[in-house]
């Protein structure tokens, strides 16, 4: 039976001093830490092995070969003898004080101006295009692009100020696939997942996707599609198109809305065929 580890605000992990939790999800808790080395301050996660552990260390060892300044740091992993014998296992990350863009966005009133969520757009594109054109070990492979597959607003940490806003930090590689490795279960986050996912692949025209319904979602408050009707959410990812961006935003420039309309096509053959040419179309 899966459990949640003893908070480590009782316990303590070598080299951390572990301050407060942050959060808590169905496989364990985020808390604060300081680094007694140098003071810096990290976000730990912390996972019993029975809830999720494995997961937990697939997303570390393929976040840390992403070494980027808009993809999150990977500082350390360990594992701490647990009080039933087990073992709990933590990964310490980089900590963004500025949480993340859902909430961001929720602060600002439920949608960001034209400057920042361009500002957000350009670090999250630079990220995924160094993701696709990495070559790391993942799963089977051991040279491939990494796609993220859950490019969402919860995903993206906020830093220190950048030009036009804040930095970002691209994290959660927890669902990331090796790039063209075929059909596999269906996976995803429905309100920003692209329709393909349902059917279980994985492709770079997915984030592309991703990453337009994020820019949608930063300037209109809403998913591109419409949850609101009477049907299952699958069924309004597989059945339903985008709603065209210029319908919610009349006055955003006839160029822009043409761009994220493209990024967002149902079809691969129409959609923006790579994250370089959603880049272009940007004209970043």
Not at 43 to 60: F, N, Q, Y
Not at 116 to 137: P, W
Not at 202 to 222: E, H, K, R
Request: glycine share 10%; net charge negative.
């Amino acid at each position: 039976m899966n459990r949640s580890p003893r908070p480590p605000s009782s316990r303590s992990i070598p080299g951390y001093r572990v301050l407060r939790t942050l959060g808590r999800g169905a496989l364990g808790t985020v808390h604060l830490g300081q680094r007694e080395a140098d003071g810096r301050f990290v976000a730990i996660k912390w996972v019993h092995r029975d809830a999720g552990a494995s997961e937990l260390v697939r997303e570390a060892e393929i976040t840390a070969q992403l070494v980027h300044p808009n993809i999150i740091d990977v500082i350390e992993t360990g594992s701490l003898a647990s009080e039933d014998g087990g073992d709990d296992l933590f990964v310490a990350m980089e900590y963004c004080p500025g949480g993340d863009l859902q909430q961001r966005i929720q602060r600002r009133g439920g949608s960001l101006d034209l400057d920042e969520a361009l500002s957000v757009t350009r670090q999250l594109l630079d990220a995924l295009a160094f993701a696709h054109a990495s070559r790391i070990e993942i799963d089977d492979c051991a040279a491939c692009g990494v796609i993220h597959c859950d490019i969402k607003p919860q995903n993206l940490l906020l830093g220190t100020a950048h030009e036009g806003g804040p930095l970002v930090k691209v994290t959660d590689f927890g669902l990331a696939q090796a790039a063209f490795a075929g059909a596999g279960a269906a996976f995803g986050t429905l309100p920003f997942m692209a329709r393909e996912q349902l059917e279980g692949r994985a492709l770079p025209q997915t984030d592309v996707f991703g990453a337009a319904a994020t820019l949608y979602y930063m300037l209109t408050g809403s998913p591109p599609r419409d949850f609101g009707v009477a049907l299952a959410p699958e069924h309004v990812v597989l059945g339903r198109a985008p709603i065209p961006i210029l319908n919610r935003l009349p006055l955003l420039p006839p160029a822009l809305a043409g761009a994220i309309d493209r990024a967002l096509h149902d079809s691969l053959s129409e959609r923006t065929p790579s994250v370089l040419a959603f880049q272009a179309d940007l004209g970043f």
